[in-house]
């Protein structure tokens, strides 16, 4: 059995450094994941598979302008929004005005989790690694099914 791959290509995204996902407010957080999503949707080659991949390789390339460069701790960072948007929707509680409200995250359910997976971890993430390039805007993802059996 041969592993399989996908690959997304996000054109003109230049992903926020940590610091500013930190000072981020909710709601923009959720508008930011949400045009990944689209974006993500529209670029997934092959479709994604019928149930989340339990076990993967995840090698992202940032392509990025040299004045907004990250160092090596900010690019990983940076990718947050990206990995919650690879994973299958899930929902959670948010408070609004003293209420609690029901909500749910959508994704495109490709990986199981975003956990990892290296050594003797059990999460879905079994290597993840983060490139940069001096360019126009842009984020290459590669996801890579593992398909050995888990430790």
Do not use: F
């Amino acid at each position: 059995m041969t592993a399989r791959r996908w690959t997304l290509q996000l054109d003109g995204v230049l992903l926020p450094g940590p610091n500013r996902l930190i000072r981020m407010h909710a709601q923009e957080y959720r508008k930011l994941r949400d045009e990944l999503l689209l974006l993500a949707r529209a670029s997934l080659t092959p479709a994604a598979p019928a149930t989340p991949l339990a076990a993967c390789h995840l090698r992202i390339t940032l392509q990025r302008p040299a004045r907004s460069l990250l160092d090596v701790d900010a690019k990983y960072g940076a990718i947050k929004p990206l990995l919650d948007v690879l994973q299958a929707g899930r929902s959670y509680t948010r408070k609004i005005g003293g209420h609690s409200l029901q909500d749910t995250t959508v994704g495109l359910s490709l990986i199981h989790d975003d956990r990892d997976g290296e050594g003797e971890l059990t999460g879905c993430i079994r290597s993840l690694q983060v490139v940069q390039v001096v360019g126009e805007p842009r984020v290459e993802v590669v996801i890579e099914e593992d398909l050995r059996p888990a430790i």
